[in-house]
């Protein structure tokens, strides 16, 4: 089987993404510093409305926008279906560091919040996306999967 990300055939802006991983690494990192659980609702609720309801109305979308346009960055159009299943693991990721910061379980808070933080940091900077390396085996194994 040959490795390649989904695909659904619709366009994202990779630029305006990699900038959110990057804002979404900057909310993660003052939820590490301070404890305040509500930092790590907000994200939530971010993807949440970004993966279930429309990305236009995420308020760390449009600040990502914002600072794309701010910056004068080009936009780099990319198929959006492994970007969408990375949003989904996020969302995982996000709520298993609410249930452990809920259960006072901090050594798998820490776990889950390095290993997002890693794939965050993976995508903002050097544009690798995890999600498609994870496709890949999820495919292997399943291969009706999406």
Not at 128 to 139: M, N, Q, V
């Amino acid at each position: 089987m040959q490795q390649s990300c989904p695909i659904n055939f619709q366009s994202y802006d990779n630029t305006t993404s990699r900038i959110s991983s990057l804002n979404i690494v900057i909310l993660l990192t003052l939820y590490l510093y301070t404890s305040q659980i509500v930092i790590m609702f907000f994200v939530v609720i971010d993807l949440f409305i970004r993966v279930f309801v429309d990305k236009r109305y995420s308020p760390v979308y449009y600040l990502s926008l914002s600072v794309k346009k701010l910056l004068g960055l080009q936009s780099v159009m990319k198929d959006s279906a492994s970007k969408r299943l990375a949003t989904y693991f996020g969302l995982l990721f996000s709520f298993l560091i609410i249930l452990f910061h809920l259960l006072h379980l901090q050594e798998a808070l820490y776990i889950t919040a390095g290993i997002y933080m890693s794939c965050l940091f993976l995508d903002a900077f050097f544009d690798f996306c995890l999600g498609c390396k994870i496709y890949y085996l999820i495919k292997k194994f399943y291969p009706s999967f999406m």
